[in-house]
């Protein structure tokens, strides 16, 4: 085999391994879960609040902090609470893999029914991130589970006393 041959060989294998990628790379992007519905609730010993999501089960990090920020931006987030609470699923998103909303209500609501959660805001949607705030009277307790059939993330806050 000539060397401008193998070097051809080499640049064609390159080309179709590329192209083979590209597929691939949109196929995951499109099984991220969707974000469809958001649902609080109280309950006597904490607060409830539940994402519904349409599709398979996410990963989740949850921390408590001082501030909350929009994801690129940075800017910070202007919601009711002494403490928040930032939970941010991946992958997840709140868009269709063709950028339309999957969840069409406020992205920014208050919650007066609860105890403990003022209010509620997605905080970024970005690359398969999606992040969501609680703003809280008081830091308390607080828990994040997964629901499957269909996918819920679910949030408990411990109740404001």
Not at 32 to 61: Q, Y
Not at 77 to 105: K, M
Not at 110 to 117: C, D, G, Q
Not at 137 to 145: A, I, K, N, P, S
Request: include cysteine; proline fraction near 6%; glycine fraction near 8%.
């Amino acid at each position: 085999m000539t060397s401008r041959f193998r070097r051809l060989a080499v640049l064609v294998l390159a080309v179709l391994a590329v192209g083979a990628a590209v597929p691939a790379a949109a196929t995951t992007a499109s099984t991220a879960p969707e974000l469809t519905n958001i649902r609080v609730g109280r309950h006597d010993t904490f607060d409830r609040v539940v994402l519904d999501l349409n599709g398979s089960r996410p990963e989740f990090f949850i921390r408590c902090v001082d501030q909350l920020y929009y994801d690129g931006s940075g800017a910070p987030v202007s919601l009711p609470g002494t403490t928040f609470l930032e939970v941010r699923s991946f992958p997840a998103a709140a868009h269709d893999e063709w950028g339309n909303p999957t969840y069409t209500g406020p992205q920014q609501f208050t919650t007066p029914s609860l105890s403990n959660v003022q209010a509620v805001a997605i905080t970024g949607d970005f690359e398969a991130n999606l992040t969501v705030g609680l703003g809280m009277r008081q830091e308390t307790w607080h828990r994040v589970f997964l629901l499957s059939n269909p996918t819920r993330l679910v949030i408990d806050v411990g109740a404001a006393y």
